[in-house]
Nanobody, 124 residues
Framework: QVQLVESGGGSVQAGGSLRLSCAGS????????MGWFRQAPGKEREFVAA????????DYADSVKGRFTISRDDAKNMVYLQMNSLKPEDTAVYYC?????????????????WGQGTQVTVSS
């Protein structure tokens, strides 16, 4: 069974940076698209960023464009989300997800396996 474990969350002041990591185990996702989603309290889970199987194509939610960067290291079976210029509205639980296809997706239903999430809190 695919297991994804997120790490790197924490508390930071507005304008700060965090780097989230997602480690895959019991499965290598070299041929799979990967994504990051987030869920704030009282809100639905939403798309943040995605990367296709070879890292050549990425997509971002408008709210994070220019501030967040998704990347992957298939040798380490890892996916990352570099978050810069963080804002209080970025506060949420962030989830890593893997898609059973090579092309990236931007909706929840595009993804097949999910991690447990990591909390990111941005204070003003």
């Amino acid at each position: 069974q695919v297991q994804l474990v997120e790490s790197g969350g924490g508390s930071v002041q507005a304008g700060g940076s965090l780097r989230l990591s997602c480690a895959g185990s019991k499965y290598t996702f070299r041929t799979n698209a990967m994504g990051w989603f987030r869920q704030a309290p009282g809100k639905e889970r939403e798309f943040v960023a995605a990367i296709n199987w070879n890292g050549e194509i990425t997509d971002y939610a408008d709210s994070v464009k220019g501030r967040f960067t998704i990347s992957r290291d298939d040798a380490k079976n890892m996916v990352y989300l570099q978050m810069n210029s963080l804002k209080p509205e970025d506060t949420a639980v962030y989830y890593c997800a893997v898609r059973a296809k090579a092309g990236l997706g931007t909706t929840l239903s595009d993804y097949d396996y999910w991690g447990q999430g990591t909390q990111v809190t941005v204070s003003s």
